[in-house]
């Protein structure tokens, strides 16, 4: 009987045994099947996150440009320069001097050109002629585009023109859509007074409208009328704008069409806007004003430099983390920390600025041709070397300050000298009144090809030139 009972109490303790490893696998498995319900929760939300995050962002696809290239009857050799200011009325000898050693010290060479009127003794500075140097430089850069690549002006979805000084009405987007015969319902606009930045801030309009509007084909004209920017007054402030601006405009064809990539040439990858309007000294340092003789002139501050430093120091610091590989902001967090723990004192770690090394994330720079102190301070700043600028002064040396197209032609240059490879990723960096710094990183499609007919195409081979050194 004992035995008997030592054996039933062992059967009940072994049915137990099994029972409680039979709830722990039920409940581990119930555990298990929990943790493979939330992995697949997680997954479903990550994958809804991407796709709502792709349909809420556009591709912006760069199809083609067309820079404006002058006649050559309109170029303004420096000596023809020179003997024109000598020639107009209403210069004192002193200012007759100052802006010829601003032209000799300004980087623009003897190909640089100026609208017809500009010519003329006296320049005629009215509403008319400055309607005919627009006309003829965005009509031809619009007819060479369209004509290039086949496209019937009615596929045009979108248009916006960019020009600070000169503001018709009809605008400019007008001009192009009566001339061309664009859509009724295409959607236009027409930008002024954003200076020498707006082209880049097109891009960013456009890259806007794309998250909306899709399946779009936008038209993009950058450019300045040199026509009614003459000064004839007084102030030194002023009459450097007389030396430094050239005739030239750019046309550029933008897609959010998935099909265009296969044809597009290079597709943004990021687009930055800078502005200090906030700050009185940067709001002031490029104005267009009357002086004290109500002569209306674009004043240009002895500040500017340092504006434009500021400026882009804060653009890059949005724009390094956006760009620069792990590794190199690693390295730049690494030697920013270790300089303000060895540092000793505030002059000491200001002489000695730690700057990324931009080269690891671009391959091509294009630095606004607003004039060669702009690029000389773009390139210090940013810890480049002299090949890096050779865009920038090269368009500064043939076209002159073309203002907002100038990153174009910069661009075109590079192309025309073979350096544009598929994947290389090219930086514009361009400034602008208000004051305004605007960064577009842009990264190439294809390998493009040299021969292709640009603005370029007629002297690529007589370049880099040798350039006086005037430091």
Same mark, same amino acid.
């Given at each position: 009987?004992?035995?008997?009972?030592?054996?039933?109490?062992?059967?009940?303790?072994?049915?137990?045994?099994?029972?409680?490893?039979?709830?722990?696998?039920?409940?581990?498995?119930?555990?298990?099947?929990?943790?493979?319900?939330?992995?697949?929760?997680?997954?479903?939300?990550?994958?809804?996150?991407?796709?709502?995050?792709?349909?809420?962002?556009?591709?912006?696809?760069?199809?083609?440009?067309?820079?404006?290239?002058?006649?050559?009857?309109?170029?303004?050799?420096?000596?023809?320069?020179?003997?024109?200011?000598?020639?107009?009325?209403?210069?004192?000898?002193?200012?007759?001097?100052?802006?010829?050693?601003?032209?000799?010290?300004?980087?623009?060479?003897?190909?640089?050109?100026?609208?017809?009127?500009?010519?003329?003794?006296?320049?005629?500075?009215?509403?008319?002629?400055?309607?005919?140097?627009?006309?003829?430089?965005?009509?031809?850069?619009?007819?060479?585009?369209?004509?290039?690549?086949?496209?019937?002006?009615?596929?045009?979805?979108?248009?916006?023109?960019?020009?600070?000084?000169?503001?018709?009405?009809?605008?400019?987007? !007008? *001009? &192009?859509?009566?001339? @061309?015969?664009?859509?009724? %319902?295409?959607?236009?606009?027409? #930008? =002024?007074?954003?200076?020498?930045?707006?082209?880049?801030?097109?891009? !960013? *309009? &456009?890259?806007?409208? @794309?998250?909306?509007?899709? %399946?779009?084909?936008?038209?993009? #004209? =950058?450019?300045?009328?040199?026509?009614?920017?003459?000064?004839?007054?007084?102030?030194?402030?002023?009459?450097?704008?007389?030396?430094?601006?050239?005739?030239?405009?750019?046309?550029?064809?933008?897609?959010?069409?998935?099909?265009?990539?296969?044809?597009?040439?290079?597709?943004?990858?990021?687009?930055?806007?800078?502005?200090?309007?906030?700050?009185?000294?940067?709001?002031?340092?490029?104005?267009?004003?009357?002086?004290?003789?109500?002569?209306?002139?674009?004043?240009?501050?002895?500040?500017?430099?340092?504006?434009?430093?500021?400026?882009?120091?804060?653009?890059?610091?949005?724009?390094?983390?956006?760009?620069?590989?792990?590794?190199?902001?690693?390295?730049?967090?690494?030697?920013?920390?270790?300089?303000?723990?060895?540092?000793?004192?505030?002059?000491?770690?200001?002489?000695?600025?730690?700057?990324?090394?931009?080269?690891?994330?671009?391959?091509?720079?294009?630095?606004?041709?607003?004039?060669?102190?702009?690029?000389?301070?773009?390139?210090?700043?940013?810890?480049?070397?002299?090949?890096?600028?050779?865009?920038?002064?090269?368009?500064?040396?043939?076209?002159?300050?073309?203002?907002?197209?100038?990153?174009?032609?910069?661009?075109?240059?590079?192309?025309?000298?073979?350096?544009?490879?598929?994947?290389?990723?090219?930086?514009?960096?361009?400034?602008?009144?208000?004051?305004?710094?605007?960064?577009?990183?842009?990264?190439?499609?294809?390998?493009?090809?040299?021969?292709?007919?640009?603005?370029?195409?007629?002297?690529?081979?007589?370049?880099?030139?040798?350039?006086?050194?005037?430091?």
């Amino acid at each position: 009987m004992g035995t008997n009972m030592l054996f039933l109490f062992s059967d009940w303790s072994l049915v137990d045994s099994v029972t409680t490893i039979a709830e722990t696998a039920e409940a581990s498995s119930s555990i298990f099947t929990h943790f493979i319900e939330a992995r697949a929760a997680l997954l479903l939300l990550g994958f809804l996150y991407l796709a709502f995050r792709s349909n809420s962002t556009s591709s912006v696809y760069l199809i083609d440009y067309t820079c404006y290239r002058p006649p050559d009857h309109l170029r303004a050799p420096v000596p023809n320069f020179t003997e024109h200011i000598e020639r107009t009325e209403g210069f004192s000898r002193e200012n007759r001097d100052f802006q010829q050693k601003v032209l000799q010290r300004s980087g623009i060479g003897d190909e640089a050109c100026m609208p017809i009127s500009v010519h003329e003794l006296p320049p005629n500075t009215s509403f008319g002629p400055s309607q005919q140097e627009v006309e003829q430089v965005v009509f031809q850069v619009v007819k060479d585009l369209l004509s290039e690549h086949r496209i019937n002006p009615k596929e045009i979805d979108m248009l916006i023109s960019n020009c600070s000084i000169f503001c018709p009405a009809p605008s400019i987007t !007008s *001009m &192009i859509i009566n001339r @061309f015969g664009l859509r009724s %319902n295409v959607k236009s606009i027409s #930008l =002024s007074g954003m200076g020498c930045s707006a082209g880049l801030l097109s891009i !960013s *309009m &456009i890259k806007e409208l @794309f998250k909306v509007h899709k %399946n779009s084909l936008a038209l993009v #004209l =950058s450019m300045e009328a040199v026509t009614p920017n003459g000064y004839r007054g007084r102030t030194k402030s002023m009459l450097v704008a007389n030396t430094i601006f050239r005739m030239g405009g750019a046309a550029i064809l933008l897609s959010n069409k998935k099909h265009d990539k296969w044809r597009a040439h290079y597709e943004l990858q990021h687009l930055v806007r800078t502005h200090m309007g906030a700050d009185e000294q940067s709001y002031c340092s490029v104005v267009q004003k009357p002086d004290e003789e109500d002569v209306v002139g674009v004043s240009l501050s002895k500040s500017l430099l340092q504006v434009a430093a500021r400026a882009l120091k804060i653009n890059v610091s949005e724009l390094g983390p956006l760009v620069l590989p792990y590794s190199e902001q690693l390295k730049y967090c690494w030697l920013v920390t270790c300089q303000k723990l060895c540092g000793k004192g505030r002059a000491k770690r200001e002489a000695a600025v730690v700057v990324p090394r931009f080269k690891r994330a671009f391959e091509h720079f294009c630095i606004h041709a607003g004039g060669r102190a702009i690029i000389d301070g773009v390139e210090k700043n940013l810890k480049l070397e002299n090949e890096d600028g050779e865009a920038s002064r090269m368009t500064l040396y043939r076209f002159g300050n073309t203002s907002s197209s100038s990153v174009w032609y910069e661009l075109s240059y590079l192309e025309a000298k073979g350096k544009v490879k598929k994947g290389d990723r090219i930086w514009q960096i361009s400034f602008g009144s208000g004051f305004k710094c605007n960064s577009a990183v842009w990264k190439s499609l294809a390998n493009v090809d040299p021969e292709r007919k640009k603005a370029w195409s007629d002297r690529i081979h007589m370049y880099p030139v040798q350039m006086p050194d005037f430091s």
